[in-house]
């Protein structure tokens, strides 16, 4: 499968995203400059953790005017997979591919620890080789990491199954415990964790690698 | 003309910054502030030819675009002549 990982200046996960993907996955994968914009020939883009365009204003709001992200936000409408981590969460909200909004973390302060996730949904692309109600280990990194979203959106989120992992112990104040959700078709997820700091053994968990291995069963399937 | 733009919270969004503030004015004695936001202030320059109702057209796109995220923050403006 052929994945397109974007690197916005500022970008500092998307070397590790790479490094998943091609070695220990085996994936043909590109990284693609945040002024390209040429999706045609890509299964599903990662949009990387960092601080894109230095997170002036707000966390995200000026990558969202990237040349790449209005293909993004095009192969998103075709079906096409996308996954927004950190950083990349971020951008998907001000996109507004995925509902809602980050608010600084409740502590006021950048957490970098490993917390644990609960799977709420095993039936998304991104997530059908995890158990529902499995419980995952992965990194956070992150200032502005809690997640915001009226009454009305987050009923909505909850009816449409759309919350896909909730922190089992909230570390940022997050509405609902919410630390990933996908839109309504469950082919853009979006999650502040880093599953690609969790993908091989050395590095403390693997919980991660699933995550990447149940997109890529879900492109293999659909091929 | 420069415009002054105000980012500020919505009301019913927790403003965690603001509420440290608040502690901080408590503690070197300032009791009676009973609430403290904290927002955004930005200047923004435009031509002086523009007419009133040009520039307010561009600063809401301005605000409603980029300046200001809608789901949690209000913004509002006024326009000064450039001194």
Known sequence: ?223 | MIARVYITLKEGVLDPQGKTVQKSLHSIGFQDVSDVRVGKYIEVTLPDSLNKAEADKKLKQMCEKLLANTIIENYSFNIVAKT
Request: hydrophobic share 35%.
């Open chain 1, 1 to 223: 499968m052929k994945w397109g990982v974007i690197v916005f200046p500022g970008s500092n996960c998307d070397h590790d995203c790479y490094h998943v993907l091609k070695h220990v996955l085996h994936q043909d994968t590109h990284f693609l400059w945040h002024k390209d914009t040429d999706l045609n020939s890509f299964d599903a883009v990662i949009l990387p953790g960092g601080f894109s365009y230095g997170d002036y204003l707000r966390t995200g709001a000026m990558a969202k005017f990237s040349p790449m992200m209005q293909s993004v936000v095009a192969f998103a409408k075709k079906g096409g997979l996308v996954l927004g981590i950190c950083n990349g969460f971020q951008i998907l909200l001000e996109s507004g591919l995925l509902p809602g909004a980050m608010l600084r973390n409740s502590s006021l302060k950048f957490i970098c620890e490993s917390v644990n996730l609960r799977v709420e949904n095993s039936k998304n692309p991104f997530t059908q080789y995890y158990q529902k109600s499995e419980e995952l280990s992965m990194p956070i990194a992150h200032r502005e990491g809690n997640y915001f979203i009226d009454q009305e959106g987050l009923k909505k989120l909850k009816d449409n199954n759309q919350i896909i992992f909730r922190y089992v112990k909230n570390p940022n104040g997050s509405e609902d415990n919410i630390a990933g959700i996908s839109n309504e078709k469950g082919n853009v997820l979006g999650l502040m964790p880093h599953p690609e700091r969790a993908s091989e053994s050395l590095l403390g968990s693997q919980d991660g690698r699933r995550l990447f291995e149940s997109a890529i069963h879900a492109l293999e399937s659909n091929r």
